[in-house]
């Protein structure tokens, strides 16, 4: 075999893997669903328990911890038993930073559901929640289905916890006085920022959808005496008067129209010496790594929105009335990067 055909032979053998990858996001559905890490929780256990213990075929299920061992979320011991790796952690459900509703989110039916529509998507232009939903918005699909809605508001706490890794250590929140997280769902970021931040006062604004999750987080973080939970929609009008608003992972959910849109009522409402933070994983200039990318086309085919690089940003900051003063790079594992504006 000559040289150019070992590589080619190679390339064909990595591109193969990346065909059928989406058989690894089914199979993390498939145990997320079944419970197969918070049975490992106590130690190493047999495929024979484990199918006795979910009700599934243990030939089959055997094969998928396998498979899953294979891409090191699982592991097993000399007596062939597997047990759980430090990926295979955190599909459990209750743990910190848990992913398990990723893997329900992703996989199965609701995943298929959107996947299907991916080439369509491309060559529309329009995003699988607005072709689900008859026309409306990605939040309108999510909504259509509490089961569904339910799944993806516990994901997007879990997603809070990674995306919100790092950014306490990079930027100072004490130099305000009352901050306004839009869009903060069940305010598990506010909650640690003002943990962190004695002296600021805080308000979550999200959906009517989120109120009771986001009650129930202010309460059992003890804070609501310094934090107000207020529903409504972006859109139309958020709280007024504060000094910073924040708005984490909501912007890249929109194209540019509705995005600014959405910036343009923060800056009707934010102090004339306030400041608007992002919190979004943005493309750099350089080779970035896969995450962001893969985040962008999850944008692209779920909601019709992007992730965007910092010259994307500042040019939305500049239709909406702000100058984008600083952007400051994490270390959380999603490239969250700190996006500052002032009004202007």
């Not at 919100?164 to 004490?174: A, I, K, P, Q």
């Not at 800056?267 to 995450?291: D, F, K, N, S, W």
Request: hydrophobic fraction near 45%; glycine fraction near 10%.
């Amino acid at each position: 075999m000559t040289a150019s055909s070992a590589t080619r032979a190679q390339s064909a053998g990595r591109l193969l893997e990346l065909i059928v990858m989406r058989l690894i996001s089914e199979a993390l559905h498939a145990v997320a669903v079944l419970g197969v890490a918070d049975l490992l929780a106590s130690g190493p256990e047999s495929a024979e328990h484990l199918a006795a213990v979910t009700g599934s075929n243990e030939h089959s299920l055997r094969r998928v911890l396998r498979a899953l061992v294979g891409i090191g979320v699982f592991a097993q011991d000399a007596r062939g038993r597997f047990l759980l790796a430090p990926m295979g952690e955190l599909l459990q459900r209750d743990v910190e930073g848990s992913l398990h509703s990723a893997a329900v989110f992703f996989g199965g039916e609701w995943g298929a559901k959107v996947d299907e529509l991916f080439l369509r998507a491309v060559q529309t232009g329009e995003s699988a929640g607005q072709m689900l939903s008859g026309g409306g918005s990605w939040i309108d699909w999510l909504q259509s289905d509490a089961d569904l809605n339910r799944v993806f508001n516990s994901m997007m706490t879990a997603f809070s916890t990674l995306h919100f890794t790092g950014v306490l250590e990079v930027y100072d929140f004490s130099q305000y006085t009352r901050l306004v997280d839009v869009g903060g769902g069940h305010g598990r970021i506010i909650s640690e920022i003002l943990t962190m931040t004695p002296g600021l006062r805080g308000e979550l604004f999200d959906l009517p959808h989120a109120f009771e999750g986001g009650l129930r987080t202010i309460e059992q973080a003890g804070l609501a005496d310094r934090c107000e939970v207020t529903s409504g929609d972006f859109f139309v009008r958020v709280p007024d008067g504060a000094d910073v608003y924040l708005l984490s992972r909501v912007i890249h959910d929109w194209n540019d129209e509705k995005a600014v849109a959405i910036l343009k009522v923060v800056r009707a409402a934010v102090a004339a010496h306030g400041r608007l933070l992002l919190l979004e994983t943005m493309l750099q200039p350089t080779v970035p790594p896969i995450y962001p990318l893969l985040a962008d086309l999850n944008m692209l085919v779920r909601t019709g929105g992007c992730e965007r690089t910092e010259a994307e940003y500042r040019s939305l900051f500049r239709a909406a009335g702000f100058e984008l003063t600083q952007t400051i790079v994490t270390r959380a594992p999603t490239g969250t990067t700190v996006i500052e504006g002032r009004p202007c």
